[in-house]
């Protein structure tokens, strides 16, 4: 009258954890390609909107740079933080 309850977790064969785990990384390889194309399509639209504001005459080193000083400025030691 012991019967064993259906969400017990049973041991796996070693065939059956190879095939999990090759599944798994099968399907994480597609997820990484994906992930890559997708990088490189946000790179390329940063790329053409570099170049629209450089031919608009904006000097985005400069305004870089800029943005150094002024995060530098912000920043205040961790004494005074704490």
């Avoid at 796996?12 to 599944?23: A, R, V």
């Avoid at 870089?64 to 005074?80: G, L, T």
């Amino acid at each position: 009258m012991a019967e064993k309850k259906k969400n017990e977790a049973e041991p796996q064969s070693k065939e059956e954890q190879i095939g999990f785990h090759k599944g798994a990384l099968s399907t994480l390889a597609k997820e990484r390609q994906e992930m890559a194309r997708i990088l490189q399509i946000v790179e390329q639209l940063m790329q053409m909107h570099i170049g629209a504001l450089k031919d608009l005459g904006v000097d985005l080193q400069k305004e870089a740079e800029q943005m150094v000083k002024e995060q530098k400025k912000e920043k205040k030691p961790i004494e005074d933080i704490l």
